[in-house]
């Protein structure tokens, strides 16, 4: 099997797990957040996830930082960022953001020109800002709720609509596994080795990112799974909404629970 038919298939299963164990464990969890049904599952899973981080990815990360030059992992990020402008700009047109989908055209175009294939971030330097739009987003654009929270083995926090936006997103957008465009060509679809090695050092490179952030969280959170939780929900409405949600949403999600 083509590792290009890898996210079309994962993602979904990874999916219809998580699905599986929230309706096994929801009847025995007590959940004080209505939109938090499976509060049960999802602290066991973020614990999951959280020991991975901390005796595989938080280490590979530390050295990746203290081996990487700080001008390499710039590049890096910016190679990443550039791959990422492309699911940006398409959720752009499917929000009917003319505008801001021309922007981020030419941060595609610059970028990937002069600079180097996005290993410079010469778009943002002239004043093309980087914008945020992925099909999760999307989707909440057009109306759908985000329905209940609930934590993903190895991708942590989510929503059911976030998980959908992120499947579209990575089987059908992501440039590492679709060759869009030729102007954009992903690596081989047969080459899996590069597929894979490219999907690990973004991986990396974003648990690097998050180093300084995670002092930050140590030090204001007494429960870090709801610490985490609440920062996820309110920053996944905002950017939904653009930075401004409003103050009441007409659709009360805890109704979905109710018997």
């Known amino acids: 099997m083509k590792l290009s038919a890898l996210p079309c298939s994962v993602l979904p299963l990874i999916t219809l797990l998580s699905l599986l164990l929230l309706a096994g464990c929801s009847s025995s969890s007590t959940n004080s957040d209505p939109n938090d049904p499976f509060e049960g599952y999802n602290r066991a899973m973020f ?5 991975l981080d901390q005796y595989i990815l938080k280490p590979v990360a530390k050295g990746y930082d ?5 001008p390499v992992q710039k590049g890096v990020s910016n190679f990443f960022s550039n791959l990422d402008d492309v699911i940006v700009l398409i959720n752009d047109l499917f929000q009917l953001k003319f505008t801001q989908a021309a922007s981020d055209t030419g941060r595609i175009l610059i970028n990937s020109t002069v600079g180097l294939l ?6 943002s330097d002239i004043g093309l800002e980087k914008h945020n739009e992925d099909f999760g987003q999307t989707l909440g654009y057009w109306g759908t709720p985000p329905g209940p929270y609930f934590v993903l083995p190895f991708l942590g926090s989510s929503t059911i609509r976030d998980t959908s936006g992120l499947a579209a997103d990575t089987a059908y957008l992501d440039p590492i596994y679709n060759e869009l465009h ?4 992903a690596p081989p679809r047969d080459n899996e080795n590069a597929v ?3 999907t690990i050092i973004k991986a990396i490179d974003r648990r690097v ?3 300084k952030a995670e002092k930050i969280l140590e030090e204001a959170a007494l429960d870090r799974y709801i610490f985490i939780r609440e920062a996820y929900m309110q920053r996944r409405k905002n950017l939904v909404y653009d930075g401004s949600p409003p103050d009441n949403d007409s659709f009360d999600e805890s109704e979905l629970f109710k018997d």
């Open 182 to 185: 030729e102007e954009f060509p």
């Open 118 to 123: 996005g290993l410079i971030d010469w778009a």
């Open 47 to 51: 614990t999951f996830n959280d020991n």
């Open 209 to 211: 990112q998050l180093l």
């Open 196 to 198: 894979w090695g490219m």
């Open 66 to 70: 203290f081996i990487m030059p700080s």
